[in-house]
């Protein structure tokens, strides 16, 4: 599916791995989990359940973007994300038709009961999809609230995962070949709720995916899902007129010379708008 507009890879600089290095540990304790999720304000965590193998699930540290902190869900090994790990774990788990659809295997799914604090209208949730498919099957991921689903059909096979914007080792921060950017997505909701994160293997038990995540409450709660980085900026020098950008990969991005930026918008797979700013590149 092509995009509304045309968009610029500098776009993605932003995602250029942050102080710290990226850290996974390995557990399946559905309240350290859920605690390592819900690690902003405006949200009580009551319980947790976790269905899935031992090994896929855990909580990382010093995640890509500024995503910081959080739980990993994974269709394999959790620690399979570090630096040279396995992708093509078979963990045993079942898949979900509940939350993944059929044709699925090896299931992590994670359910929260929650509370939203007074003076918040629900919960904001940041994730990234990571996976070793690299346009083979389309493992998808479930973010629910009360029975809803909102990550909107994003797969590992999303346009958020191809050319031009996956991002992939060492930006990734993960060893997954390929990784969307951070995205945020908020959902209206107040007092207690019921909270589902998943994630599937699609048509195979190996090529491995992984979801992480992390959430807070939110007050202006959009449930637009949107690309979310850290934003840079710069001052063109003066004389100088913004320019479009000439490179053609991440690595050639220098975060010193942005100029101007402006809001644009583009949609993948046909369903929702993604919102992001456009950079303006001196030569």
């Not at 009580?44 to 990993?72: D, K, M, P, Y």
């Amino acid at each position: 599916m092509l995009f509304k507009r045309p968009i610029l890879l500098a776009v993605f600089a932003a995602f250029a791995p942050l102080c710290g290095s990226f850290s996974v540990t390995q557990t399946n304790d559905a309240n350290i989990l859920a605690n390592a999720i819900f690690n902003g304000p405006g949200i009580t965590v009551l319980q947790a359940t976790f269905s899935g193998a031992a090994v896929s699930s855990g909580t990382f540290t010093a995640g890509l973007g500024g995503i910081g902190n959080g739980a990993i869900l994974t269709t394999g090994s959790a620690v399979g994300a570090l630096p040279g790990g396995d992708h093509y774990v078979n963990n045993g788990a079942a898949g979900s038709a509940a939350y993944c659809g059929p044709s699925t295997f090896n299931a992590a799914i994670l359910s929260v009961d929650i509370a939203i604090d007074p003076g918040y209208s629900g919960v904001q949730v940041e994730f990234i999809l990571a996976s070793e498919e690299e346009g083979g099957s389309a493992d998808p991921i479930g973010i629910y609230l009360g029975g809803q689903q909102y990550s909107n059909g994003i797969t590992a096979v999303s346009n958020l995962l191809a050319q031009p914007i996956v991002i992939t080792p060492p930006n990734s921060v993960t060893s997954y070949p390929g990784s969307s950017p951070p995205l945020l997505v908020g959902i209206p909701a107040s007092g207690a709720q019921t909270m589902v994160f998943a994630i599937c293997d699609k048509g195979d038990s190996e090529w491995d995916s992984a979801l992480m995540l992390n959430a807070a409450g939110c007050v202006d709660c959009d449930p637009v899902v949107k690309i979310d980085y850290v934003t840079i900026t710069s001052i063109v020098a003066a004389g100088q007129e913004p320019k479009s950008n000439k490179f053609d990969s991440i690595t050639e991005f220098n975060p010193n010379n942005v100029g101007s930026l402006e809001y644009n918008e583009f949609t993948f797979n046909n369903r929702a708008p993604l919102k992001h700013r456009k950079f303006y590149l001196r030569d």
